[in-house]
């Protein structure tokens, strides 16, 4: 199958065009930026923007399917608008199945981010698109790029009460690409990763192994968002399907101790 990958030198996307490649599928790289010498091989690789309609409607002829990875956390509005086009380019192309990335709970947990989230999934499964709208809990990285970030200071607030449960971006781009392969299935169930944390727990575990003595201190917050934390709705209890644990992926991606 010939399958676009958007945002796929990203967190997601690397590993979803990883496991597409590697099933012998025909991918497709969607990137800002040009073709890099590290670029992954067999890939044919596509810059332009998810916003931009000539960029979009050139990157799906004659893809069957689109695994939509490409996101801007500092500016999620043009999330909006790269679904708009996505769905425009796509339904003038053919009409591929768009496997889309959501965020468990992101219905209920009022933050700007997982709003836009939620537009887009309505966006795509409204445009009459074949879509598939895959929602996860957040990936293990971003639990390291936190403890980079708040350790910086001697002092680590963290969110009491929060827990997460982080999964592998490769266990969640192993289910995507299966997906992106198959029939469309409307919203599919969701995916989180093998242990429930208390969010305290997993910044420490990787304040430490990244050699950093801090001090962390959780603090209580109060409103709508807080609220929608404390109450676990960014957990998924009953789909615990992902299969490596926080500190395996501390130890796969030599996170030093
Ligand atoms: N991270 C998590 O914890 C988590 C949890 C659940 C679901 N998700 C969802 O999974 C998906 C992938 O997330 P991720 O963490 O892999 O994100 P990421 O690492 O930030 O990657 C997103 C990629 O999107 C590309 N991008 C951004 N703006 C673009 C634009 N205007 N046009 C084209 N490409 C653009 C960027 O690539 P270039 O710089 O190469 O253009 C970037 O690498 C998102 O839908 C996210 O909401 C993430």
Aim: charged share 20%.
């Amino acid at each position: 199958m010939e399958i676009l990958v958007t945002g796929g030198r990203g967190a997601l996307g690397r590993h979803v065009v990883r496991r597409l490649t590697d099933a012998g599928q025909q991918v497709r790289l969607l990137s800002r930026r040009p073709r890099p010498a590290d670029a992954p091989p067999g890939v044919t690789w596509l810059t332009g923007d998810q916003t931009d309609p000539d960029a979009m409607r050139a990157a799906l002829v004659g893809v069957e399917a689109v695994v939509h990875c490409a996101t801007n956390y500092l500016r999620p509005r043009e999330d909006l608008v790269g679904a708009r086009v996505l769905a425009q380019a796509a339904s003038h192309a053919g009409r591929p199945h768009v496997v889309c990335l959501g965020i468990v709970g992101s219905d209920r947990i009022p933050y700007s981010y997982y709003r836009a989230k939620v537009q887009v999934e309505t966006i795509l499964t409204e445009s009459g698109l074949p879509v598939t709208v895959q929602r996860a809990t957040q990936f293990h990285e971003l639990f390291v790029l936190a403890a980079r970030l708040l350790g910086r200071s001697p002092i680590v607030p963290v969110p009491a009460g929060f827990r997460a449960q982080p999964i592998a971006a490769v266990d969640v781009a192993e289910r995507v690409a299966e997906l992106a392969v198959g029939p469309a299935l409307g919203r599919a169930p969701d995916l989180g990763g093998p242990v429930i944390h208390d969010m305290a727990d997993l910044v420490k575990t990787a304040l430490r192994r990244l050699g950093k003595r801090r001090l962390v201190v959780p603090i209580p917050l109060v409103g709508k968002i807080a609220h929608g934390f404390r109450a676990g709705y960014n957990l998924a209890p009953e789909h615990a399907e992902g299969r490596m644990t926080f500190e395996e992926f501390l130890d796969q991606t030599g996170v030093a101790a």
